[in-house]
């Protein structure tokens, strides 16, 4: 689905349909129009084609919990579920986990004098998915 303001492409997302499911396994809008909130009007527009369609169940996908795209599709009404993941550990590979990686990334970012992080943290921002 793509949303537009004025012929131009403002948000866009892909579903999936399997059963009675639908999943949404990627959505994004342009920072620029945020303001118009498009990401709102895409996922009702999917959800009113899930809803038309007999679909019972819309997956929106993956966050951390207390993440910005947890609280978005937490306003949805959408319920956590726990998932169970299999991860293999092969020895000597542990510190390459991603939550590895992420609890020693966040651990460095703090150490950081206020004045580094302020330059670099707006330019790394968009490339990390909170």
């Not at 866009?12 to 945020?34: C, D, F, Q």
């Not at 020895?91 to 990334?105: E, F, L, M, V, Y």
Request: hydrophobic content about 35%; aromatic content about 14%; some cysteine.
């Amino acid at each position: 689905g793509v949303v537009y303001k004025e012929k131009i492409p403002v948000a866009g997302g892909i579903i999936l349909l399997h059963n009675k499911t639908v999943s949404i396994p990627w959505a994004s809008s342009l920072r620029e129009y945020s303001r118009l909130s498009p990401n709102m009007l895409l996922y009702w527009s999917f959800l009113e084609f899930a809803s038309d369609n007999g679909y019972r169940f819309f997956d929106f996908g993956r966050s951390n919990p207390g993440s910005g795209t947890f609280k978005f599709k937490r306003q949805w009404g959408a319920k956590p579920m726990t998932l169970c993941w299999y991860n293999p550990v092969v020895s000597g590979t542990d510190h390459a986990r991603p939550q590895n990686i992420r609890a020693k990334a966040e651990s460095f970012w703090s150490c950081l004098p206020l004045s580094v992080s302020n330059c670099i943290g707006p330019k790394l921002r968009k490339y990390i998915s909170l």
